[in-house]
């Protein structure tokens, strides 16, 4: 009938309705496609970025960073010469409190001790360390000078042996210290003695070392085994 035909039949604003959401649907369509292609574009170039630096060394980036740095001291020191500066004053005058603190906090902990590496190295540690400990007496050595004058002073031609008589304090302090350096090197670590009644377990002394390592950590886990191979019950 007409009037079921009304009832199912779009009105007249049915149609621009329609039209705008057509208009929505393809602009959206477009944003995504621009998208798309932008992160394709992006994509391309890391990829091309990230195969120059595949091909680059591998301690590049620390080179380029040293580069950039001694390319700016150079600057700064081409200025600081124009203007008649000292560029090591000015770069101290540059620097923050908090950074000084900071490095001196750091030579502090520094450890110039890198373990032994030959008895000459050892030896000049020692003296380093033996002669930073060393407190002159002032007092004394103007007295010195007083007494002795330009003999003071040796040359080649001057005869030394029994001149010299040390003092007390001097052989006090000479005595604390030997002391000190026979304690601590009673805390060194001893070779300890060899066992005659012990399995021989090792092929060398080197192998042996690596066999009680190895019994220190895992030994308490691989007990059960090393029983059933010796009764030679091991499956």
Partial sequence: SSSEEDEHSPGPAAGPAAEQRRQERLRRFRELHMKRYEACKLNSQEVVEEDKR??????????????????????KKKECAARGEDYERVKLLEIS????????RKKKKKNPDLGFSDYAAA??????????????D???????????????YPTSDSLLHGTHVPSKEGVDRMVADLEKQIEKREK????????????????????AKFNQKAERFYGKYTAEI???LERGTAV
Wanted: aromatic share 10%; glycine share 2%.
């Fill in 54 to 75: 595949l091909k680059l060394p591998p301690n590049w980036e620390a080179k380029k960073a040293r580069l950039e740095w001694e390319l700016k001291v150079q600057e």
């Fill in 97 to 104: 409190a908090e950074d000084a603190e900071r490095w001196e």
């Fill in 123 to 136: 030896q000049l540690r020692q003296y380093q360390r033996l002669t930073r400990q060393i407190k002159p």
């Fill in 138 to 152: 002032l007092e004394q050595y103007e007295k010195l000078k007083e007494q002795y004058g330009e003999a003071l």
């Fill in 188 to 207: 060194y670590s001893r070779r300890r003695p060899y066992n005659d009644d012990a399995d021989i377990d090792y092929i060398n002394e080197r192998n």
């Fill in 226 to 228: 090393k029983q059933n």
